[in-house]
């Protein structure tokens, strides 16, 4: 299958800090890519579609302003956390679609101080 | 808003069938997949089913969907312990490509 890779695996900050996560498709261009977020011992919570070339559109309840996403080329996406807080601690997720499936990263744990 | 349910937690015997069982809300999903999660990693796409399908059969994995109960399941041939992981059933959103996922089950493989 499709390879998507993220970075960083895992990062540590401190609370006011911005913090950006990679999320790339390595063997496929990619013009759909999704970001979700997870919480310990729950499911995937989807926070927005990031497109290639447009805006990213977001999840109701979702900051945009606070979760800044980029996809600036077909295998490339980014997820800012601006002025992260404890609250904005997490597994972050990002998946890349090709044809029917998507395919996932293998995730980002983030958390701030 | 659409909604995903699945039970929590299934204990099987190594060698045996595992069955995990899903409920959805939105009758209009073109696709349902399948996910397996181990821990501290992504998600691994393990199969989908297209919704003019009620079953799919993938070497060990048989998916069948009853679209009027809007019910999906994912049986396990001969399970082994590497299977031990969080199975999360994810209908996609209408004709989107968004998905929804479950709460996911913890599928435990005793020896």
């Known amino acids: 299958g499709a390879v998507v890779s993220q970075h960083p695996s895992w990062v540590i900050c401190k609370s006011g800090t911005s913090v950006k996560i990679e999320c790339r498709s390595l063997d496929f261009q990619a013009t759909t890519m999704f970001w979700y977020r997870q919480f310990p011992k729950q499911s995937l919570m989807l926070m927005a579609t990031s497109n290639e070339g447009s805006k990213a559109t977001y999840e109701q309840g979702v900051e945009k302003d606070k979760f800044l996403i980029n996809h600036a080329s077909l295998t490339l996406s980014t997820l800012t956390v601006t002025s992260a807080h404890p609250e904005d601690s997490s597994f972050y997720i990002c998946s890349a679609r090709q044809a029917n499936e998507q395919f996932f990263g293998p995730g980002t744990r983030l958390t701030v101080l | 808003g659409e909604d995903v349910e699945q039970s929590l937690f299934l204990s099987v015997r190594e060698g045996d069938s595992s069955v995990i069982n899903c409920t959805y809300t939105?009758?209009?999903?073109?696709?349902l997949y399948w996910y397996k999660q181990e821990p501290g990693a992504g998600l691994q796409l393990l199969t989908y089913i297209f919704s003019n399908m009620d079953m799919k059969q993938d070497q060990r994995l048989t998916v069948l969907l009853n679209k009027k109960d809007k019910h999906l399941s994912l049986r396990i041939a001969d399970t082994q312990t590497g299977d031990s992981a969080i199975y999360f059933c994810?209908?996609?959103?209408?004709?989107?490509?968004?998905?929804?996922f479950g709460s996911g089950t913890r599928l435990l493989v005793r020896p």
């Open positions: 939105d009758s209009s999903s073109t696709y």
């Open positions: 994810a209908p996609q959103v209408g004709s989107s490509y968004k998905l929804i």
